[in-house]
């Protein structure tokens, strides 16, 4: 059974920093893009990061381009989001995703599998 569980969630200050990650279990992600998407209360799900299936290419949102990092391991088949100068309009629920392919995409009907997802709150 194909799982990706994200924790690092959190209460922060705006300024701040958190780390998130995505375990994935069940499948070798290691030649899968990934991607990060967030979904605030009242507001669609929207793109935030995603990399390559190397870690070669990243792209991010404008909103977070600067602050976040998206990064991988996949010797521990696991994806990582560096977010810093955290603002209270990054306050989400935070998922993480998978796609069949080896290059990511913003789109997050373009990705298989899919985390419940780690909140993150930013207080102002």
């Known amino acids: 059974q194909v799982q990706l569980v994200e924790s690092g969630g959190g209460l922060v200050q705006a300024g701040g920093s958190l780390r998130l990650s995505c375990a994935a279990s069940?499948?070798?992600?290691?030649?899968?893009?990934m991607g990060w998407f967030r979904q605030a209360p009242g507001n669609e799900r929207e793109f935030v990061a995603a990399i390559s299936w190397s870690g070669g290419s990243t792209y991010y949102a404008d909103s977070v381009k600067g602050r976040f990092t998206i990064s991988r391991d996949n010797a521990q088949n696991t994806v990582y989001l560096r977010m810093s100068s955290l603002k209270p309009e990054d306050t989400a629920v935070y998922y993480c995703a998978a796609r069949r392919g080896r290059y990511p995409s913003t789109r997050s009907n373009e990705y298989a599998y899919w985390g419940q997802g780690t909140e993150v709150t930013v207080s102002s």
């Open positions: 069940g499948r070798t992600f290691s030649s899968d893009a």
